[in-house]
């Protein structure tokens, strides 16, 4: 093997993909031992047919990767596109492939050759996050506290039922103000130094009991909850503030 064929044979193998290669002439289909392994044959087992690989691709998905190949061969345009296989044993992989045309000296194309991965292990993942970010929201709405988000300005940009009622406000309006312009100017200046703390990654979050201004200008005492929420380079996404209305409480006790 030339020297050159073997170092992409390596790349290739170290970074999991597979390849193929349709011969449009002879409709030979073509696979790597990767490719194989990928769509659960044994090593030379491919009986080197389209019908071969259209076999195992995931029954909900094959009319229309059927449909992608097609107009790929028939308009002569390459292919991009991701898909599920059923693999004998019940298995479901994902995978993603790309591909395009070999010309021969007359431009005229010959063969369509392309690269595929297994993504399972990233779809698994998007589904993961699309379910903890579905059950943040279920959460955030339903709770019986209060909850808000704000912006990197500091600006409401969503808050829950619970918040709303308990300051007044719709959320078109409570999106025109910060967090400070509701707070108490006096219980302002003893948050602050939380909330650096808290933006510096010092602290996780902090807990406090302070004064908002509702919409009509009468004060309602809560317990505060404050943290940074961050993406996994550690940078700020947003802040979630939780309230829980202790007005009584406090009254009570004083």
Known sequence: MPEK??????????????????????????WSERTEEIFGYAPGTFP???????????????????????RSVSEKIPCSFEYRLLLPDGTVRW???QGDFLKDETGQPRHLCGVMKDITSRKIAEEALRSSEEQF???FDEAPIGMGLTNSDGYFFRANRAFLEMLGYTESELKTFKCSDITHPED?????PYVQQVKRGEINSFQLETR?????????WVNL???MLRDKAGEILYTLGMIEDI??????VG
């Not at 908002?212 to 309602?220: L, S, T």
């Open 5 to 30: 064929d073997l170092q992409l044979r390596l790349a290739l193998n170290a970074a999991g993909l597979g390849t193929w290669d349709w011969n449009l002439e002879t409709n030979l289909v073509t």
């Open 212 to 220: 908002f201004f509702k919409k009509n200008q009468k004060i309602v």
């Open 95 to 97: 995978v993603a492939e």
């Open 48 to 70: 080197g047919t389209y019908e071969g690989f259209i076999d195992r691709v995931h029954p909900e998905d094959r009319d229309r990767v059927s449909l992608e190949c097609a």
């Open 225 to 227: 909850t404050l943290m």
């Open 188 to 192: 302002l200046k003893h948050e602050i």
């Open 247 to 252: 007005t009584v409480r406090v009254r009570f």
């Open 137 to 139: 929201r279920r959460v």
